[in-house]
């Protein structure tokens, strides 16, 4: 598995369909996340199920890094950011690669 | 010597952090944590934190505001150790955990708003105090510039005096790092 991080409107999907395009995309990783907590998943649970997503065939993951903010005012919030935050180090420790895409340029930090 | 840590919220910088703590030399090692808050997410949050810390020889300082008064506590705890007739063999490492808790602190002291200029410069003179004092002081910044979102007058002043504590602070480190997703990336030394 690839991971590909960085900032809202990167161009983190353009970069990944450019270096990949043979791969399969779970894209929006962050939004998937917040789903399943407000179907109150549990950090563990969620991880699971993309883990079982992504156990066939070459997957690149890409994700909206969103914890570069002020504390968010609601704790939902707060909670969403978190547990992105754990997941992507989860993701990251496991993936072979990891980019970083800051304004369309990928960068290989793994 | 300073190193520098910077990394958005779970972005795994603690963890980094301590590592590098922990794979230094240095007689003594201490935690100077600044986090002052009671509420339950907080005190999650600490217990979190001291479980990483655990077994890992850090001797725990408190100081919600007034980083300089560790040199204080600093100097009590070596000066009752004898292993050693010359204390200049002392040497020790700080980690600060960390700035953004702390101007908050300073800033927000007793519900009423200090003056962005103020606080700045009374935070970098503290750190610079303690530098001295210490073999090494590593700092946990954090990122909290990447949101777009337009914050009203307070906030983001807060923002700025980060900003501007996060820029002096690296320029006087020999050392900076970003964290993101759990890797280090060396953004100078």
Request: with cysteine; charged share 25%; glycine share 8%.
């Amino acid at each position: 598995m690839i991971l590909i991080v960085g900032g809202s409107y990167q161009g983190k999907t353009e970069y990944a369909r450019q270096n990949f395009p043979n791969a399969k995309y779970f894209n929006n990783l962050h939004t998937f996340i917040k789903k399943r907590l407000e179907d109150l998943k549990s950090q563990d649970e969620i991880l699971a199920e993309i883990k079982d997503v992504i156990s066939e065939g070459q997957w690149i993951i890409i994700s909206d890094e969103i914890g570069n903010g002020v504390v968010p005012y609601d704790a939902f919030d707060r909670q969403w950011r978190e547990v992105t935050g754990r997941i992507l180090i989860s993701l990251a420790r496991e993936a072979t690669e990891v980019h970083k895409v800051v304004c369309g340029i990928g960068q290989r930090i793994k | 010597m300073i190193t520098i840590i910077y990394g958005g919220t779970s972005s795994g910088k603690s963890a980094y952090a301590e590592g590098l703590v922990c794979n230094s030399k240095y007689n003594y090692r201490y935690y100077l944590a600044t986090m002052s808050s009671q509420d339950e997410e907080s005190k999650a949050r600490i217990k979190r934190h001291r479980k990483l810390r655990s077994g890992k020889r850090f001797i725990t300082l408190e100081h919600p505001v007034d980083v300089k008064n560790a040199i204080g506590d600093i100097e009590r705890i070596e000066s009752g150790d004898f292993s050693t007739e010359d204390p200049y063999h002392k040497s020790n490492i700080v980690l600060l955990e960390c700035m953004s808790n702390l101007l908050a602190n300073e800033m927000f002291k007793g519900g009423v708003t200090q003056e962005l200029d103020f606080c700045v410069n009374k935070i970098l003179s503290d750190i610079q105090e303690l530098e001295a004092k210490v073999s090494e002081l590593v700092i946990v910044t954090n990122n909290i510039f990447d949101d777009g979102i337009a914050y009203e007058a307070e906030t983001k002043d807060y923002i700025r005096a980060l900003g501007a504590i996060n820029s002096q602070l690296a320029l006087r480190a020999n050392k900076v790092v970003e964290v993101t997703v759990g890797i280090p990336i060396v953004i100078k030394g």
